[in-house]
């Protein structure tokens, strides 16, 4: 069985990117990452830019919904 290290992700408030891929956009809106997939296809709070084949989440989208500042 193989076991998988928890992914590091630094505080929001330090994110510098413009966007964040799926498993930290998860972690910082506390949603499982195929919550976020279903807002991709279905409508959410926030929407991802496609990016090849996968998707990024706007930092400043994140931020806006959490109420947090840059």
């Given at each position: 069985?193989?076991?998988?290290?928890?992914?590091?992700?630094?505080?929001?408030?330090l994110e510098t990117h413009p966007t964040v891929v799926t498993a930290a956009a998860a972690y910082y809106l506390r949603k499982g990452q195929q919550t976020l997939?279903?807002?991709?296809?279905?409508?959410?709070?926030i929407r991802p830019l496609h990016v090849g084949a996968h998707l990024h989440w706007r930092t400043s989208d994140i931020r806006k919904l959490l109420g947090v500042q840059a």
């Open positions: 069985m193989k076991t998988q290290t928890p992914q590091q992700f630094i505080p929001l408030e997939r279903i807002w991709a296809c279905k409508g959410g709070p």
